[in-house]
């Protein structure tokens, strides 16, 4: 329950208003020529690549350290941890722990996010979105639909966070034997 809390309020905070995106979300109207001529190209690749493109251009894809670290800390194992080794000792193998597991899931993360993004957005929008940023015409869609994104992102990565979780646990008790 707690990972789908935690996953639902990054993804807001992520989606929610302009003031609140990340600055790399955010881009500033140009008048350069050559700008202006790249983002009216129309999308390349297949939907699946362009929704890719989208998932990493945009930085959605940046939650998964954090959700994977709120789950790994929360849970019951880890927090039995706490109560046999000093907070400091749990707390820097919890961030050594999920480091491998961060490398080894990310990229199946982002086709995840990819594969749900493509369900409620064409690869045209998704590229607009990821072009345009805020200017995107979709952009109002974009955080109008967030509501109804969130749970079809946690039950799409909701087995791959399970894993990983688990994995990174082990990979902590191990490191604090």
Do not use: C
Not at 124 to 145: D, M, N, W
């Amino acid at each position: 329950m707690r990972y789908f809390l935690a996953l639902s309020l990054l993804f807001l905070l992520q989606t929610q208003t302009a003031s609140a995106q990340q600055a790399d979300w955010q881009t500033p109207p140009s008048s350069d020529k050559q700008s202006e001529k790249s983002e009216k190209k129309q999308p390349i690749g297949s939907p699946r690549q362009v929704a890719l493109h989208f998932v990493k251009h945009t930085g959605v894809n940046r939650n998964f350290v954090y959700i994977l670290l709120h789950s790994t800390q929360t849970s019951p194992v880890v927090q039995s941890l706490y109560g046999q080794h000093p907070k400091e000792t749990v707390d820097r193998a919890v961030r050594h722990g999920i480091q491998p597991v961060v490398r080894k899931y990310f990229e199946e993360w982002e086709i995840n996010l990819a594969a749900t993004y493509l369900d409620f957005f064409s690869a045209e929008q998704l590229h607009s979105l990821a072009t345009l940023r805020t200017r995107s015409p979709y952009f109002q869609v974009f955080q109008a639909k967030s509501p109804e994104i969130a749970p079809a992102m946690r039950k799409r990565t909701g087995s791959l966070l399970n894993e990983a979780t688990n994995e990174a646990i082990q990979i902590i008790i191990k490191s604090l034997n």
